[in-house]
């Protein structure tokens, strides 16, 4: 989503950029398969052949089930462990996924729409990718610019993940387990990765994304005072379920990655299809999460990442060369407002970012503090200006 030249931030420092990926999340929503293509931005109803469907007005995500169904209060609980995550699609493509957080079609589309926001300066134009809405500037940094400096980010996230250095969950609580429901509450939660029943081993534990790990929870993920064996979520919401496929949005939170960076994010969606494993256990497939990271944030969040020329553990916020370098680029990047309202006069102050995932049914464990999100970077100038 973003077109034009980006600035490159030397001292090896584009390895926080790989850290990013080394997060959390998502397959994207396709269109379907018998559709043909019409040109850029569109395609062929594959029913008609020759009505022009224009995917930039297309709802990705489902509706609610109609009639309702379900009463929010007649279901069960289930639990979540991501085991897989991307920016981009699977292949040599690496086009990046996502959703239409501003429901426009930058520069593309038929007919192609205006910015949604007002750039920091007239020469950062942004433009959605694929032709069809999908806001994902944060995609473009990292498999364009990580990858020209040596950083393979789809592995990086992955890696994490696999060898249990950080953690993404989710719940499901109120389903009845039927294709539709038009109530059930979605939580998500920061983890440590797995450990053994008391808390211990954190870090040395490789999962097997089965219901036989104990997943750590943050305390930070839950409300203070609640029971901890309840595992009470601030970041939840009521979502919908249709033809199997869950939809979850007005989310705000902190994704931990890993090297200690952490995302915090602002109007997350979340959508991914319910299915059964082998076993019977619920389990999450062609998981997509999208949201916002506003410039402040994101350069808290990065700024706080360690600063390889620095191996006295200095951090890139500290090093006036090297911040003035990130705040460049993220600044430059900014192409979506963080709150709105989308297709307006409002300055463009957040980056939009998608990632696909899958997830496992799990078993959540111990109660541990990870302090997530914590920035050291204390009153460094986080403000973009034009």
């Known amino acids: 989503m973003v077109n034009g030249r980006l600035l490159v931030f030397g001292i090896g420092s584009l390895a926080f950029v790989g850290a990013i990926a080394a997060c959390t999340i998502v397959d994207s929503l396709k269109l379907p398969e018998d559709a043909t293509d019409s040109g850029p931005g569109g395609t062929k109803d594959a029913s008609t052949k020759d009505v022009f469907v224009d995917p930039c007005r297309s709802d990705l995500l489902p509706s609610p089930p109609d009639p309702p169904v379900g009463t929010g ?11 897989s995550v991307a920016f981009s699609m699977p292949g040599d493509a690496g086009l990046p ?13 038929m007919p192609a729409d205006p910015q949604s926001c007002v750039p920091l300066s007239p020469n950062n134009t942004h433009c959605d990718t694929l032709g069809n809405g999908i806001d994902n500037a944060v995609a473009l940094l990292v498999n364009g610019q990580a990858k020209q400096n040596g950083f393979d980010v789809q592995a990086q996230s992955q890696n994490a993940l696999a060898d249990g250095r950080n953690g993404l969950l989710m ?9 539709n429901d038009s109530r059930i509450l979605f939580s998500f939660y920061v983890s440590a990765g797995p450990s053994f029943p008391d808390g211990g081993g954190i870090g040395t534990l490789k999962p097997t994304f089965t219901v ?9 993920s839950l409300y203070s005072g609640a029971d901890p064996k309840r595992y009470t979520a601030i970041n939840n919401t009521t979502a919908t379920v249709t033809n199997d496929i869950f939809v979850a949005n007005n989310l705000s939170g902190v994704l931990r990655l890993d090297n200690g960076l ?11 299809r319910l299915v059964k494993d082998k076993d019977g256990n619920l389990q999450i497939d062609d998981g997509v999460l999208a949201g916002r990271w506003t410039t402040s944030s994101a350069l808290r969040n990065l700024g706080a990442l360690g600063d390889p020329s620095t191996p006295d553990g200095g951090k890139v916020c500290n090093n006036a060369i090297a911040f003035a370098g990130l705040k460049g680029l993220v600044c430059a990047a900014a192409d979506i407002s963080s709150t709105g309202p989308d297709n307006s006069n409002v300055t463009c102050d957040a980056l939009s970012l998608g990632l696909r995932f ?25 403000q973009c200006t034009n």
């Open 73 to 83: 209060n007649d279901g069960n609980t289930y639990f979540f462990a991501v085991d």
């Open 97 to 109: 996924v996502g959703l239409n957080l501003d429901k426009q079609c930058t520069c593309k589309g």
């Open 171 to 179: 719940k499901i609580d109120q389903y009845t387990g039927d294709p």
């Open 212 to 220: 036989a790990d104990s997943w750590t929870v943050d305390e930070g």
């Open 262 to 272: 952490s995302l915090d994010l602002k109007s997350i969606e979340l959508s991914g």
């Open 358 to 382: 899958t997830a496992k049914a799990a078993t959540f464990g111990a109660v541990v503090n990870l302090d997530a999100g914590v920035s050291v970077c204390g009153s460094v100038d986080t």
